[in-house]
Structures are given as C-alpha cells and as structure tokens.
C-alpha cells in the first residue's frame, strides 16, 4: 500500500490561503486517481478534490472553484492549493488513493479557518 505524509495545514483567517502537500511513497503512485478528503469535527470523512492518473481534476461542486489539486509523479506528491477559505473549510485534511480499501489513511494536516 501507499504510505502517505500530508503537511501544510495550519491557521488561516477567512479569504485566506494555504496550500498542501502530500507526498507518497510507492513505485505504482502514478497510476492512482488520488484525492484530497477531509473530515471536520462530529462529520463524516468526505472526498473534495481527486486528480487521475492523466491529471483530469474533479472536485466537489460546494468548492465553488476555490481549490485546485495537482500532481508531480516525479516527486511523488499530490497538492491542493486552497484560496478565500471559510470557517466552514476548517477540517482535518488527508489524501488517499481513489478509491480506496479505507484501511490506511495518514495523518493528515490540520487546517483551522478562523478570525
């Protein structure tokens, strides 16, 4: 399986800015739709963003287009670059293949919207 490492997060007041990153260790890392999911407090891990294999990017239509989410195979990495975030943005955020057994998740990245 992908083991995976996700950093960036932090606190942010709202329209702000962050970005994240995941970086995946695995020789098979391109050929996975991966994705950027999200849980916020007393909620149910949801998926926001996935990028496939040929990089066609998806995203959930709430975002409004406030988040992009690329990949460098190369480097083995997933981003997702978020701008004008909400309060309601405030979640901790993993990234998982596409679909995925729900068996490993990461540690995530806390990010904190907030004045």
């Known amino acids: 399986q992908v083991q995976l490492v996700e950093s960036g997060g932090g606190l942010v007041q709202p329209g702000g800015s962050l970005r994240l990153s995941c970086a995946a260790a695995?020789?098979?890392?391109?050929?996975?739709?991966m994705g950027w999911y999200r849980q916020a407090p007393g909620k149910q891990r949801e998926l926001v963003a996935f990028i496939t294999s040929s990089n066609i990017q998806h995203y959930v239509d709430s975002l409004e287009g406030r988040f992009t989410i690329s990949r460098d195979n190369a480097k083995n990495t997933v981003n997702l670059q978020m701008v004008d975030l909400k309060p309601e943005d405030t979640a901790v955020y993993y990234c998982n293949k596409v679909p995925n057994s729900g068996d490993y998740w990461g540690q995530g990245t806390q990010v904190t919207v907030s004045s």
């Open positions: 695995g020789s098979l890392f391109s050929t996975y739709d």
